[in-house]
């Protein structure tokens, strides 16, 4: 593993009032390989990415068996870098969670079996955590206003959350931990996906969702005429895929070499198509009766595409229609890390899911099962 990929996070804050349960949380269900060590009081004391991107880049996605690869190559370091930050060795740590699910099941796999490995030798409580959750969950570890400016926002339970990420697109009523309710979601592709899938079209590149977010804040979002498919629909589903053809019907009209402008005008369309959608969906949901009946106070955003400037700031202004507070995980907790997985195992240890037999990390797990236990 070269060091230069590894990326230790910025703590914020000074570490205050230490102390409380503390968490070792690995997470690899993607191309990030990363741990961090959380306390119960809300405390990073340590936390390392190292991203795969460079590796898959070439590819202009992620290669399941070149991540499952990577992951094993990685996680030793990544586990021992992360405890070496903390100046803490593995008896300084309570518990430990790591990913079990969804993702690349290769990758899961190297996580999750580290995680097995170190919570049997020291006889630590195991806690499985699903990726989903751990996006779910993270704002209430951190969280901040649309423009990431300082003054941290507390998120009480219940929350209205937009969880968009490359894999899923959903917006859920979180009642508390584990009690997802599904009040919205994508019949297609994924916000992050559609993201991914344009700046391919455009030639610009993986992973798509902050290349496009830079080129559309220098674009016009009316040059093109995206469809916001779904929006005239009483309920609060998505659908991505129709925005992602009218993408390829454009561009065939207007054949290569596409200067910087066009290139500007056409990601800040598309961005504003996405937008339109999701604020739609939202002011929808909103109304919907299980949202008017349990009145949650926040708007939350979660998931990789959490960290659009335009999604977020078309968020908080919607929040602030309906009388509602918005709040974001800052940036380095949007995209996949150890921290949000380290605090869903917190959360969850808190209300006694602790792993008492074997499991099976899995590829699929919709967070409305973990409401089923
Ligand atoms: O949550 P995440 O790190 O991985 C999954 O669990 O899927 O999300 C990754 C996704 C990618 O599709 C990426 O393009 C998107 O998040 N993304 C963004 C931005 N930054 C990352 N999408 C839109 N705007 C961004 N600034
Ligand atoms: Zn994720």
Known sequence: MKDDKI?????GASVSSRGGTVCLGIESS??????????SNRNILSHIIYSQIPEHQKYGGVVPELAARAHILAIDEVIRQTLNRANMTVSDIDIIAATAGPGLIGGVLVGWMAAVGMAQSTGKPLIAVNHLEGHALVP????TTADNSASPVSVEFPYLLMLASGGHCQILLVRGVGQYEMIGQTLDDSAGEAFDKVSKMLGLGYPGGPIVDRRAALGNPHAFDFPRPLTDKPNCDFSFSGIKTAARTFLNKYPEPHGDEFINDFCASFQAAVVD????????????SAVLATKPKTLVVAGGVAKNSAIRSAMEKLAHEHGMIFAAPPMNLCTDNGAMIAWAGLENYKVGNIVREPIAPRPRWPLTELMEK
């Open 7 to 11: 990326i230790q996070m910025d703590m």
């Open 30 to 39: 993607c191309d990030e390989t990363s741990a961090a060590i959380v306390d």
């Open 140 to 143: 209430r570890l951190a969280a």
């Open 277 to 288: 959608c999701i604020t739609n969906r939202l002011a929808h949901a909103m109304n919907t």
